[in-house]
Each structure stands twice: as C-alpha cells, then as structure tokens.
C-alpha cells in the first residue's frame, strides 16, 4: 500500500503558519502477531520490518546506545543504580541505523521521527545513523529535565529530541501546533533507566498526527510514548526486547 499526502479539498490551507492537518494516512491492516495499545515484547527490528512502506504518520525512537558511559569512562557501571542502565539489552550503531532505515521506510511521505539522543551523538555521530534514509533534521528540541546528572565538565541536566521527517519536507497542512517551545521543562517519575517526558511526547503527537493515527515506538522502555498516545486519542503500536520490572532510582 503506497500513500500519499492528500489535501482535503475546501480547506483553508493558506499562510506558512496554517494550522490545518491536510495529509491523511492510509488505512492500515495490521499482520494478527501485532496488537494495537498494549505492551509487546519483542524486537524493534521484527515489528518494524512487519509494517508496509509508507503507512506510519509518526515514530518515535529512544535508542538504546551506551552513550555517555562509553565517551566519558566515569568507572561508575557499578554503582546500584548505573548497573541497572547498563543490564539493558545494548544497540550497536550498526542496529541503530537498521531501526532509522526500517523507521524511514514505514513512514507515510512527510511523515516525522522524533528520535531521542545525548549530547554526545548530538555533536558527533548521529548523522550517520539517517545515512541512506529519506529522512532529514527539520527541528530539535531540548528536554530540560530540571534535575542535575553526572559530567566532568558541566554536568547534565537535558537530552534532546531531533526531529526528522521523510521526504518531502514540509510544515503547512502536516505540523499542526505552532506555539511548542525548543526548550521544554518537565519533571517526570522515574520508573525505568530512560524514561521520556510524556507531556513532551504528547504535544509532539498532537502536532503530527490525526486523531486515531498509529504511532510507533519499537523500542518503548517505560512505554512512556504508549501513554501520551493515551492522552491524545491516539493509537500506539510498539515493543521492547525486554520487561524491565524494576523502579529505576
Ligand atoms: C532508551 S530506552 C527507551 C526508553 C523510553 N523511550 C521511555 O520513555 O521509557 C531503550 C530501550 O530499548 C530496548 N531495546 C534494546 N534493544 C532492543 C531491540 N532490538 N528491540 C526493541 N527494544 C530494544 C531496551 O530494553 C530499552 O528499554
């Protein structure tokens, strides 16, 4: 099944700033091994590599690299609370870029991957997990976590959250909230190593997809993209490899 961006007719669609969702998504026939809004346990890679071309309006992806333990070499993998963040099932860059190009491939044209990273991917190596994809950087926001962690230097208080779409690359009739600001403040309850801000996620949803859309996350941890799709009348399709049962801190 192919889509494309189709305008409604009779809508207004003028002005940069319009906030009139004109693409639509096509209507998608799931495979029976995958279930909508509920926590599965499997492989990104095998759910994703399940989805047709051109069918998803928005991904999320929280990639599960070593990042700052690797760069840094704090020595600190075995305090309690570290163990737990390093126990979790590791991606190489090679899978990394295997989720972007299957991410790429599953998205409807002009659809968005909001993918989750460090600063240290931010300044050095991220571009060349998107090598190869139809995706491009559109936008960036920086999740201020209002709460200081580690760092030799200056020590880290955010992540940041780069936002991709597929080609062709557009805002009028597919972004549809215009007043997000780049630096978004939320606390959030730690229940696993890298939860996300759910309210973040939400808005972003809000802003990309139609009531009732299906979004992705193949690798959901808390399944923190799972509740802000809850929030927004949205539906949720997504996984992870492995159950994490513990409260993280
Ligand atoms: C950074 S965490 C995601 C956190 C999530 N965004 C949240 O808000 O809680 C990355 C997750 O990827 C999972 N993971 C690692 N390899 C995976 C794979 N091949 N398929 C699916 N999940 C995987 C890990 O178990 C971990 O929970």
Redesign the pocket.
């Known amino acids: 099944m192919v889509a494309k961006p189709v305008m409604k007719p009779n809508e207004p669609t003028t002005g940069v700033f319009s906030s009139v969702r004109t693409l639509e998504c096509p209507k998608i026939k799931l495979p029976t091994a995958l279930t909508l809004n509920t926590r599965i346990k499997m492989?990104?890679?095998d759910l994703l590599g399940m989805l047709d071309d051109n069918t998803i309006p928005a991904a999320f992806f929280?990639?599960?690299f070593r990042g700052v333990y690797d760069k840094m070499k704090y020595g600190n993998e075995h305090t309690s609370r570290n163990h737990v963040r390093v126990k979790?099932?590791q991606?190489s860059e090679e899978?990394i870029s295997k989720f972007a190009k299957e991410i790429g491939r599953a998205l409807i044209p002009s659809g968005h991957l909001f993918l989750?990273m460090d600063k240290f991917h931010l300044c050095t190596d991220f571009r060349n997990w998107i090598n190869g994809t139809p995706l491009s950087v559109v936008d960036m926001l920086t999740w201020d976590k209002g709460k200081m962690g580690l760092g030799y230097r200056t020590r880290h208080q955010t992540e940041f959250c780069v936002i991709l779409q597929k080609e062709p690359r557009r805002a009028k009739g597919v972004w549809t909230i215009r007043n997000i600001p780049d630096v978004w403040r939320e606390k959030i309850k730690k229940t696993?190593p890298?939860?996300?801000p759910v309210q973040l996620q939400a808005k972003l949803i809000e802003a990309t997809t139609a009531e009732n859309d299906l979004v992705v996350d193949?690798?959901?941890?808390?399944?923190?993209?799972f509740e802000a799709c809850r929030q927004m009348g949205r539906n949720f399709l997504g996984?992870?490899?492995?159950v994490?049962d513990g409260a993280a801190e």
């Open positions: 492989d990104g890679l929280d990639p599960q979790l099932p991606m899978v989750w696993h890298h939860n996300k193949p690798a959901a941890g808390s399944f923190s993209v996984c992870d490899i492995a994490y």
